[in-house]
């Protein structure tokens, strides 16, 4: 089914339940009401400032050159002048914290998130041969959280954690590594093994 007959669905079933319950006409004016919010959304919501999130970060990046690639999972590859970076980005609700000697982002236990992250951008690293091929290039995992930091960037071995908006400083703040050939190559090999990554 296409997006547009199931949109299409929803307003047919919310104006029949609509008149069910209250007569044809307000079966009519929510029918239209959902079938306007539709519309709206399609319209108008692209075109409004997004919170500084997911969707900006990446569209910073690529600006300025970098390529990215979706990985699933809410995690992206972004392959650029400054190296390759694993972005974690879903921006965690919580922020990271302290407690009771361990920290944490937000409901788990950052030593978890930072080895799970870890341990695929090495996987990663392997699967597209960097070490072997560019010599010195890794993989970088970066998680975006939500919330105060004690710093605006912190480290947990080769993880890092930031806000969103430090988040991008950070990659772009990076000294130069790759050419354009090089970024090329790299992001045209994560884009064949998308599926993988």
């Known amino acids: 089914m296409t997006l547009l007959g199931a949109r299409a669905l929803v307003v047919l079933a919310a104006g029949v339940m609509a008149g069910g319950f209250l007569g044809w006409r307000a079966g009519?004016?929510?029918?239209?009401l959902v079938a306007l919010t539709y519309v709206l959304l399609a319209t108008v919501a692209p075109r409004l400032r997004a919170p500084y999130g997911r969707g900006r970060l990446?569209?910073?990046?690529?600006?300025r050159g970098y390529h990215v690639i979706p990985g699933g999972m809410a995690r992206h590859l972004a392959v650029g002048p400054g190296g390759v970076y694993l972005l974690e980005t879903r921006v965690w609700r919580h922020?990271?914290?302290r407690g009771e000697g361990n920290w944490w982002i937000g409901a788990e236990p950052a030593?978890?998130?930072?080895?799970?992250?870890?341990?695929h951008a090495a996987r990663i690293e392997r699967l597209l041969g960097l070490p072997d091929m560019w010599?010195?290039?890794?993989?970088?995992?970066?998680?975006?959280?939500?919330?105060?930091?004690p710093e605006p960037v912190m480290r947990s071995g080769t993880v890092v954690v930031a806000r969103p908006r430090a988040a991008v400083r950070h990659i772009l703040g990076r000294p130069r590594v790759l050419d354009e050939e090089e970024v090329e190559a790299i992001a045209r090999g994560a884009s064949e093994r998308s599926p993988e990554l």
Do not use: C, D, K
């Open 95 to 97: 922020a990271l914290s």
């Open 135 to 149: 010599a010195g290039v890794s993989v970088v995992p970066l998680i975006t959280v939500a919330g105060p930091l």
């Open 28 to 32: 009519l004016l929510v029918a239209t």
């Open 111 to 119: 030593e978890r998130a930072v080895e799970r992250i870890a341990a």
């Open 58 to 63: 990446l569209r910073g990046l690529q600006r």
